[in-house]
């Protein structure tokens, strides 16, 4: 009895893989468009130009590189001080291909901390009291202007400019810039923050690698991601962490381009992944195996 009960549970959820799979890759214009998770067939349109509202800005950014599943796209929110005024703010970077020292020390140090620099108006404001009080003629020469200010005086970094379109911001990030965007702006601050891993220069070994970069995957998963990202520039890759391994929790990442992988394919491997009953995995050969 006990043997039965055992082999009808075994046979309701036990997995048995497929002998053979039935996927179809679209390979003509054609038939991208008549897929239904194409972005070419949806109603919403992606935007070109910034907007002036930090919200639409976001919704953009959180649907242009999929942020809600993309593991290495980083959206860091917050409220930036610029003359005793709040603004709120965002930062996108990818993790891996930036120096997140630099994005602590030179950009959210200045812009979110208080500071003789972002409480200028108190300042300015004593001054014109003292003039005032002299009998002296005081001019506003200059209307205040956001982001000439934060451009000047917020962001203590060698390599800043300002770009207004998404596809601007998009190859930025992908090489391995920050974006800052700040409500009530049409541009975004563009910031050299490049932090990734390359390859030192040393001496040949007898040419063994003539054309190519000689670069190759390490131990850490976030530099292997890095490093996919700098060759496939493209905001439509998306790379999903999964753990593998019920004691060493071993992270894995698929990597797929969207609206040109397979999505039953990609499915099938996550599915497979997350189903892998194994105590450790400590290279690709133990997930070669059990597959």
């Known amino acids: 009895m006990k043997n039965s009960l055992i082999t009808y ?13 039935h996927f179809s890759i679209p390979e003509t214009n054609e038939e991208i468009k008549n897929n239904p998770n194409s972005l070419e067939t949806s109603n919403i349109e992606t935007p070109k130009e910034v907007f002036p509202s930090i919200g639409v800005n976001l919704e953009a950014i959180t649907s242009r590189f999929n942020t809600l599943i993309n593991s290495d796209i980083i959206v860091r929110e917050f409220r930036l001080i610029a003359k005793n005024k709040e603004y709120k703010a965002f930062l996108l970077y990818i993790d891996g291909m930036v120096d997140t020292k630099s994005i602590n020390h030179f950009v959210l140090d200045p812009l979110m901390l208080r500071n003789t620099a972002n409480m200028y108006q108190n300042q300015e404001t004593e001054t ?9 003629i005081v001019r506003k020469v200059k209307k205040f202007d956001l982001s000439d200010y934060i451009f000047n005086h917020l962001v ?8 207004s379109a998404f596809d601007d911001v998009a190859s930025s990030v992908n090489s391995g810039n ?34 190519g970069s000689g670069e190759a995957f390490t131990e850490n998963i976030r530099t ?23 004691i060493t929790k071993t992270k894995c990442a698929v990597c797929y381009i969207e609206n040109i992988t397979n999505n039953e394919l990609v ?7 997350n189903n892998i009953d194994v105590d450790s995995v400590l290279s690709s050969r133990s997930i070669r195996t059990v597959n």
């Open 178 to 211: 920050c974006c800052l965007f700040v409500d009530t702006l049409t541009t975004v601050f563009d910031i050299d923050v490049k932090g990734f891993k390359q390859r030192s220069v040393g001496k040949p070994e007898n040419e063994v690698v003539i054309r």
């Open 156 to 163: 203590p970094q060698n390599s800043v400019k300002q770009i």
């Open 267 to 273: 499915a099938e491997v996550k599915y497979r992944l």
């Open 128 to 136: 014109v009291k003292q003039a005032l009080a002299n009998n002296i």
């Open 9 to 21: 549970v075994k046979n309701i959820f036990s997995y048995e893989p497929k002998e053979q799979y």
């Open 224 to 246: 292997n991601t890095s490093l996919v990202r700098r060759f496939v520039n493209n905001e439509k890759l998306i790379i999903e962490n999964l753990e593998v391994g019920n």
